[in-house]
């Protein structure tokens, strides 16, 4: 059974950053994306990165391009998502989620297929951009 840890997430100022983390556990192969989403509430669930595992090939959401990047351990079955310059708008709690059949792509919106394509979830870790 894949299981995915977030951690990360916390308070921090206008302009600041924060990297959170995605830990996996019971992989069982290397082909699969991670994703990153947030949902601020009120709002719907916001695709905002995606990896592909096998390759790190790694794409963004128009709102955070050039701010966030995406990375991977393998070694340490985690992925990262760095998070520079931070907006007020940035704060939401944050989820990773991998789909064993999903694909990355440009053509997404947030560079991720949509949430029906994940196969499993974190608990989510709240970002709070404020002063």
């Known amino acids: 059974q894949v299981q995915l840890v977030e951690s990360g997430g916390g308070l921090v100022q206008p302009g600041g950053s924060l990297r959170l983390s995605c830990a996996a556990s019971?992989?069982?192969?290397?082909?699969?994306?991670i994703g990153w989403f947030r949902q601020a509430p009120g709002w719907e669930r916001e695709g905002v990165s995606c990896?592909?595992?096998?390759?790190?090939?790694?794409y963004y959401g128009d709102s955070v391009k050039g701010r966030f990047t995406i990375s991977r351990d393998n070694a340490k079955n985690t992925v990262y998502l760095q998070m520079n310059s931070l907006k007020p708008e940035d704060t939401a709690v944050y989820y990773c989620?991998?789909?064993?059949?999903?694909?990355?792509?440009?053509?997404?919106?947030?560079?991720?297929?949509?949430?029906?394509?994940?196969?499993?979830w974190g608990q989510g870790t709240q970002v709070t951009v404020s002063s």
């Open positions: 989620a991998l789909g064993e059949s999903a694909n990355c792509g440009p053509y997404y919106s947030g560079g991720t297929p949509p949430p029906y394509e994940y196969d499993y």
């Open positions: 019971g992989l069982t192969s290397d082909y699969y994306a």
């Open positions: 990896i592909s595992y096998s390759d790190g090939s790694a």
